[in-house]
């Protein structure tokens, strides 16, 4: 994964909307985060960030080039941070992004999706 077909992906889902923020490519659907992807550190490999549902978070965060997302993990949220390409291909991160974006869209209130649909 690389930040060019991150955003590229991203931005192709509806409504997605792009800010940078946090030294970061933040995708965002009804002003909530579904997405982050960045750099932990400046010689570091590219990483994203994304929401997932209990059974993934348990099943993938101990796997290698994965762990449960700095900061948002420790505050109970089940979100996964793959920090290198060891476990997951490219499309394996897209389908958990995808998922993300689902996860977050139907969480919106029905006044933000009602939006969505005029």
């Excluded at 965060?61 to 979100?79: C, H, I, N, Q």
């Excluded at 499309?91 to 969480?107: G, H, P, V």
């Amino acid at each position: 994964m690389n930040q060019i077909k991150y955003n590229e992906f991203c931005k192709n889902l509806e409504h997605a909307t792009h800010v940078y923020q946090w030294d970061a490519d933040v995708w965002k659907i009804g002003n909530k985060v579904f997405a982050i992807g960045g750099w932990e550190k400046e010689d570091a490999e590219f990483t994203v960030i994304f929401k997932c549902s209990e059974i993934a978070f348990e099943l993938n965060k101990d796997e290698k080039g994965v762990r449960p997302a700095p900061y948002l993990a420790s505050r109970g949220l089940k979100w996964l941070q793959v920090y290198n390409n060891e476990t997951f291909s490219d499309e394996q991160i897209f389908e958990f992004i995808k998922d993300s974006y689902k996860m977050i869209a139907d969480a919106l209130p029905k006044k933000i999706k009602k939006e969505f649909m005029t």
